[in-house]
T-cell receptor
């Protein structure tokens, strides 16, 4: 059974810092990996989607990398801003026919003004 | 609509009551998913529809949970004889393509169920 782990569980940094969120998964046979952000009381917003054949994706100040063979992904946030404060979730879609995403528990990020 | 709409946003039920949660996906989206998110946890997969067909219900925790999407658009998640452990946020998500597509999921804001 696929398991997704996110480290750290919580992170608080001053505004302007660059930071890295980590995600690891136990079964490397994935179809794709997705990073989401979740704001309190709201649904999930997709940030980046990396197909299994890709190594990284970039969107603005966000860069996500994927090392499928080692079961790891990182989300890099450059020049963090208070508006980046949210919970960041990593999710994988299995390549073996599983329909749903398997999520980690998330990293709760606070950017201090 | 412009996004995935879920109703009610908040539901308080007494233990033993039946509840029904509604999801309006983005028009034309083929795939529809239901997830359950307990407090402090990541979402957990419940069930998946491709159009009106329920292709995967392996995540439904018990036979008290039932989901349908009769016309391939709106979906309803029904929970019978609710129990306290059913308290969670129920998230609905849709995507344009079928399961093998590369489209990202668009999530609704969720329905928060509290069972007393």
């Amino acid at each position: 059974k696929q398991e997704v782990t996110q480290i750290p569980a919580a992170l608080s940094v001053p505004e302007g810092e660059n930071l890295v969120l980590n995600c690891s998964f136990t079964d490397s046979a994935i179809y794709n990996l997705q990073w989401f952000r979740q704001d309190p009381g709201k649904g999930l917003t997709s940030l980046l989607l990396i197909q299994s054949s890709q190594r990284e994706q970039t969107s603005g100040r966000l860069n996500a990398s994927l090392d499928k063979s080692s079961g790891r992904s990182t989300l890099y946030i450059a020049a963090s801003q208070p508006g980046d404060s949210a919970t960041y979730l990593c999710a994988v879609r299995g390549g073996g026919g599983a329909d749903g995403l398997t999520f980690g528990k998330g990293t709760h990020l606070i950017i201090q003004p | 609509g412009a996004g995935v709409s879920q109703s009610p946003r908040y539901k308080v039920a007494k233990r033993g009551q039946d509840v029904a949660l509604r999801c309006d996906p983005i028009s034309g989206h083929v795939s529809l998913f239901w997830y359950q998110q307990a407090l402090g946890q990541g979402p957990e997969f419940l069930t998946y529809f491709q159009n009106e067909a329920q292709l995967d219900k392996s995540g439904l925790p018990s036979d008290r949970f039932f989901a349908e999407r009769p016309e391939g658009s709106v979906s309803t998640l029904k929970i019978q004889r609710t129990q306290q452990e059913d308290s969670a946020v129920y998230l609905c998500a849709s995507s344009l393509s079928g399961i093998s597509g590369a489209n990202v999921l668009t999530f609704g804001a969720g329905s928060r169920l509290t069972v007393l």
